[in-house]
């Protein structure tokens, strides 16, 4: 059975919302590749679509768009994710995972591509807990 971490980041007010996906929600990202995009309802926001921009797997290791399929691979790299040269021409070859997501990663980062009726902060509850530790004090 999948499980991730969903990190959504929203492009426009810059912030980020971790969400925990398993079962039937967490099925809907295996198969789906970086650049793709899933319906947000998996994660509690919906009506909004989400792009699926990397992640990383259970050991640490990223995933890159430009690796095909689910599996390790060692690539040569000169720059990017994976690896940040310290030197010009630096090259240094890195274990990746590729652009598929699969039951080996647990990080899957997104971003909102599409907005909903409603805000983020409505859909997750978070308007109405602020306005709620504001009367208590």
Do not use: C
């Not at 295996?30 to 926001?45: A, C, K, N, P, T």
């Amino acid at each position: 059975m999948a499980e991730f971490q969903v990190v959504v980041a929203d492009p426009e007010d810059g912030t980020t919302h971790q969400f925990d996906v398993e079962g039937q929600d967490a099925n809907r990202f295996v198969g789906r590749s970086i650049g793709e995009e899933v319906d947000g309802g998996s994660v509690g926001l919906d009506g909004y679509t989400l792009e699926i921009t990397g992640g990383s797997d259970n050991a640490g290791r990223p995933m890159r768009g430009d690796v095909a399929g689910p599996n390790l691979k060692a690539v040569l790299l000169t720059g990017g994710v994976g690896f940040e040269p310290e030197v010009d021409g630096e090259r240094k070859r890195v274990t990746v995972r590729g652009s598929e997501i699969s039951e080996e990663t647990r990080q899957i980062n997104a971003k909102i591509s599409e907005r909903g009726s409603q805000s983020v902060d409505e859909l997750l509850g978070l308007d109405g807990d602020d306005e709620a530790e504001a009367d208590d004090e």
